[in-house]
């Protein structure tokens, strides 16, 4: 019982660390997409400093570039359209 019990607060930490990676790996791409890096340095530097591969790396910029950013700038948009009618 006390394996099982240890087992499944293990299984926890992962699930929180890779969970935590995950969304510095957001927040990188996109702090690095919006300062205007090029696209084969945003690459190199979640890489070497997230330590994912090409394969991912290359993902991650694309979902970036392709659904986040996009939805993002259409939210800021929207926001900014409300809070000028309210005004």
Known sequence: ???????????????????????????????LYEAKVKDDSIIRMLQKFWGITDYEARERLRIEKTIEYPCRSVAEYLMSEEAMTKA
Request: proline share 0%; net charge negative.
């Open 1 to 31: 019982m006390l394996d099982a019990v240890r087992e499944s607060a293990r299984r926890r930490d992962d699930d929180v660390i890779n969970e935590s990676q995950d969304i510095g790996i957001q927040i990188t791409t996109a702090a």
